[in-house]
């Protein structure tokens, strides 16, 4: 599986787009790009998948470069209860159903008042 | 509709009891995992099932770790004797597996071994 690599933390401020970018130099040709969030006492939640360019949907948007050597998630306008820890994760689908994911330490953003 | 819930959400154990942890995946996810997250890291898997079938258990750490899924629904892992080491949050995982790629997580069973 490949290694990612994502800032151990990041502060922001309510209303500021927070861009939170992973390095997964090993990836394979098959794997897609995943990004998890993580509130505290809860189990990690889904954000948002791709494989490559760009993908929004109502929460974030994900850019991946042509080389997809890295990725960044997007987060629009964050408020205080975005403040959590968010994982970069890669692997192989759409059998993803049958296959554990691999996280990493996480980002952990500090949205501030 | 109802999420993946865990039972207990809290448990405190002496060392070298056995435990009992319960996960109640959502209705019709074929997929359950198990992960177990030490304070401040990434879940880590333990084990995985399709349907009752355990298909993966390589991340269990020793053989006091235990995980069934009888019929297919209901999983429990259960801890043997347990050390101070086993304290962690093990949190509950099931997909849909028909093309899915969606892991649905409840909110965890915090362990503490004193």
């Known amino acids: 599986l490949a290694k990612t690599t994502q800032p151990i933390s990041m502060d922001s401020y309510e209303g500021q787009e927070v861009n939170i970018t992973c390095s997964h130099n090993n990836i394979a040709t098959n794997d897609y790009i995943t990004w998890y969030q993580q509130f505290p006492s809860q189990g990690p939640r889904f954000i948002i998948q791709g494989y490559k360019t760009k993908v929004t949907n109502e929460v974030a948007s994900l850019f991946i470069p042509a080389d997809r050597k890295s990725s960044t998630l997007s987060l629009p306008r964050v408020s205080l209860s975005d403040t959590a820890v968010y994982y970069c994760l890669v692997g192989a689908i759409p059998d993803t159903g049958r296959r554990a994911l691999t996280f990493g330490s996480g980002t952990r953003l500090q949205v501030q008042p | 509709g109802a999420g993946v819930s865990q039972s207990p959400r809290y448990k405190v154990a002496k060392r070298g009891q056995d435990v009992a942890l319960r996960c109640d995946p959502i209705s019709g996810h074929v997929s359950l995992f198990w992960y177990q997250q030490a304070l401040g890291q990434g879940p880590e898997f333990l084990t995985y099932f399709q349907n009752e079938a355990q298909l993966d258990k390589s991340g269990l750490p020793s053989d006091r770790f235990f995980a069934e899924r009888p019929e297919g629904s209901v999983s429990t892992l259960k801890i043997q004797r347990t050390q101070q080491e086993d304290s962690a949050v093990y949190l509950c995982?099931?997909?849909?597996?028909?093309?899915?790629?969606?892991?649905?997580f409840g909110p965890g069973t915090r362990l503490t071994v004193l």
């Open positions: 995982a099931s997909s849909y597996s028909g093309g899915g790629s969606e892991q649905f």
